[in-house]
């Protein structure tokens, strides 16, 4: 199945529609033509690629969820050869709209982050929006597993789980935290560290931040 979706993601059917013969994709997989026609039909099942047939021939394209799939297997391929790397995510410091000093200050997340990061976060988050280019970076955080900070429950409400990385900013020992539930949008990056970074680090809204993130 992967073997299909790469080589149709090499002749670029993640970004449009294109024209593949059931015999020519049999020759690129090396396999019969009854069985590269089985396998196109199987993703097509599972909801993998998009196929119209007309008299003009075969137009395939991989869908999202298709693309999801390579994506994944790309990540795997990225943990096999690169484990331990270090990423930088870069974005725009930008105002929050104050959850995250709520949120860190609250006991059960607190604790979990002197026990779990080494460090009593600073109640606040410094908050940087991210472009398009970065957000692959951030994507790739949803993928690796993280420091899981748990979720749990007051008598007035539960709060949710929480994934943090160790990084670093311009020497700031520090975290990215990814909350299970939050208000802000997936461009929007979370970091908390034992100091106010914008005063140690003299930072303003729409100034630009390099974060090492540690996998």
Not at 28 to 42: E, V
Not at 49 to 77: S, T
Not at 82 to 110: C, D, F, H, P
Not at 177 to 197: G, M
Request: aromatic residues 8%.
């Amino acid at each position: 199945m992967i073997e299909i979706l790469k080589q149709l993601a090499l002749m670029d059917a993640t970004r449009s529609f294109v024209k593949i013969s059931s015999k020519e994709l049999a020759d690129k997989i090396n396999q019969s033509l009854q069985t590269a026609a089985r396998k196109l039909k199987d993703l097509e099942d599972k909801g993998l690629i998009e196929r119209v047939l007309d008299k003009g021939g075969q137009f395939i394209a991989i869908n999202e969820k298709g693309k999801k799939v390579l994506y994944k297997e790309y990540l795997d391929y990225k943990k096999i050869f690169e484990r331990g790397e270090n990423i930088i995510i870069t974005g725009k410091a930008m105002s929050g709209v104050g959850e995250g000093r709520y949120y860190v200050s609250l006991e059960g997340y607190r604790k979990q982050f002197i026990d779990k990061l080494n460090f009593d976060p600073y109640p606040g988050t410094l908050n940087l929006k991210l472009n398009k280019e970065q957000l692959y970076f951030r994507r790739r955080l949803d993928e690796e597993d993280g420091i899981k900070i748990e979720g749990f429950s007051t008598k007035d409400r539960t709060f949710g789980e929480v994934k943090a990385f160790r990084c670093r900013i311009n020497g700031i020992e520090g975290a990215v935290v990814l909350p299970q539930r939050t208000h802000y949008p997936p461009d929007v990056l979370e970091v908390i560290a034992p100091v106010r970074i914008r005063d140690v680090l003299e930072i303003k809204d729409g100034d630009t931040v390099n974060v090492e993130v540690i996998l």
